[in-house]
DNA sequence: CTGAAAGCGCTTACAG
DNA sequence: CTGAAAGCGCTTACAG
């Protein structure tokens, strides 16, 4: 491979004068600037990523560390890396994996090698072990999800709680007074996913605010659970004219549920949903939903994670991304 | 961040010697690197990957290059990069994701910024651009998937067709002499996907060699697409007892198409199906089944790029890894 | 067994 | 506007 010295040799110019041109500095005439880039593309020239970091101490590359829930590790992991790889080729920087089983100890070692200027936290919840050493060590950092305590760190997430607004507003508009909440199971709520806690408490909230009931069906995961807990609530005498639903496995089977036992939407029954961007697109969901926005969560964070690389000092920031809701005609006022 | 002149200097010795114990190298007497080792400890310092990096000409670190393709962007990426991402680190290296759209590009890029010892080039089509600058440059790589031309880089892959002898034996050991061959689209097969047309291609064969018909239904990637195609085929006189399948969409909908149809397995059909271990986690099939064998498929990959990255010049080599039926009890002799 | 020196390929003040 | 020099944090022959 040419080196700077060989592209400087060839343009008959000095390194220092090879380097301007490379980062484009200005106060070069353009005639040698011509013949430098003459000799890097006759050189097919390429700088050293390692050298340029070790001279600039700027790695130009960000970590991103995968949490392991054996429950959760969902489709949807794969979209928010290559997004987040995406996202960060944009700003000139390349992303590393980093999917330690110990996420605290991925983190610590990241810090310790200097491999990253700044890492990613995926799917973070309450009181996270992975935040420690970033707070200790005011490492660059941002967190994908959003904890009651940030630690001081930037966190950027979905804003769950306006999904949920708007899903319960919008059964309440045509009319339902009664709805069955399909939720996650409880120990995910225990487990602090956050997103989860944020989603239900502003369903309560919502519903209890415009005069409206939610009657919770906690759904495991499974597929034989999934559609036996869900044909069980479905078949209930008394039960609501409006499913909210929060709970991926759920969704993705619901309309065989519906279909097994002969309920139409909206005219049975009118569904709205929140899910991941991937299961919509997996499954083509027939539903009125708040789908999450990977691309712009990822792209935020990134941004924000940038920032702060060039800035550590300034006050650390929670950003929501606003959700929008997908009409698809899966509601209609109750029977 | 401490160097390694803080440690030699704290423990008394030179930044040879400091490095000497870093990497391990014996004729360092136990009292001496009894002293270094205290000193690194005492001043947490741990290497600067960079600068090693620039000293030894090796970076560590593994590039993988995700190939899309709308069409099969699937939930089992994750699981492959996760999985390369451990194995790799079982070995000393860290894993950089690579995902610019073209993904020839992102090749000659990675190869020239020299940030990568080497490659993996992940779901590769037969003809796949990406090999192409490989090919013309020696850089290490591996392909996952089989191409019939390998352009002379070693590959790696899920044995496709003994997957499909398996899967048609089974079959044919029980007695059935038809089976629906439920499998991908035209346009997968045409696009170059090399495990579609190995399994395909062994499917038949291996039938024909036991007097075994094949009666053949492409099926698109569409829940309702998939569904219909199930439901007609299913409800089709004459059709066959038993079922091959291999179509990630169709074996996750085929359970609710058997249900839609009041059909049992294996009393009314018998089905066996090769899909991928991340839809089996997903779905919990019920069906007699080859698995994708993404941890293995994996290590076997990093295994022989760590060695490529060592031994550049020995002959190219490509690897099988072979499947396992997974008995689920979903086949019986014909009615 | 240990240390001094050179070098990896860049960048960045600092002269001129 | 351009070049010579020092330095980033390591490793690796080579002396001793």
């Avoid at 789908?291 to 950003?319: F, G, N, Q, Y």
Wanted: net charge negative.
């Amino acid at each position: 491979m040419a080196t700077i010295g060989d592209v400087a040799r060839e343009a008959g110019v000095s390194r220092s004068t090879v380097s301007a041109v490379l980062n484009g500095r200005k106060l070069v005439l353009p005639e040698t600037r011509g013949r430098v880039e003459a000799a890097i593309a006759k050189l097919s020239f390429s700088v050293n990523a390692g050298a340029r970091a070790l001279a600039t101490a700027r790695t130009m590359t960000l970590g991103v560390v995968v949490r392991f829930h054996e429950a959760e590790f969902s489709p949807a992991l794969a979209t928010y890396l290559v997004a987040l790889s995406d996202a960060a080729r944009e700003s000139g920087y390349s992303v590393m994996l980093l999917t330690e089983a110990d996420g605290e100890a991925a983190v610590r070692s990241a810090i310790a090698g200097r491999r990253v200027d700044g890492l990613v936290l995926l799917n973070v919840v309450e009181d996270d072990p992975r935040m420690e050493p970033i707070a200790a060590s005011g490492f660059p950092a941002v967190l994908i999800g959003m904890p009651q305590d940030t630690r001081g760190i930037d966190a950027v997430d979905l804003d769950f709680a306006a999904g949920a607004r708007l899903l319960v507003d919008h059964l309440a508009e045509v009319g339902h007074r009664r709805a069955t909440f399909v939720r996650w199971p409880d120990d995910l709520y225990a487990a602090g996913s956050t997103y989860a806690i944020r989603f239900a408490a502003a369903a309560r909230e919502q519903a209890s605010g415009r005069g409206m009931t939610l009657e919770e069906v906690p759904c495991a995961v499974g597929p034989e659970q999934v559609r036996s807990a869900l044909g069980e609530e479905l078949l209930r005498r008394e039960a609501p004219g409006a499913l909210l639903v929060h709970n991926d496995a759920a969704v993705a089977m619901l309309p065989f549920a519906l279909h097994d036992v002969g309920l139409r939407v909206p005219a049975d029954r009118s569904v709205v949903s929140l899910h991941s961007a991937e299961l919509a697109r997996l499954y083509a969901l027939p539903f009125t939903s708040v789908e999450s926005e990977p691309e712009a969560v990822v792209h935020t964070a990134v941004e924000l994670l940038v920032r702060r690389i060039d800035a550590p000092d300034e006050v650390p920031v929670a950003r929501l991304v606003a959700p929008h809701l997908e009409r698809r005609d899966s509601v209609a006022p109750p029977a």
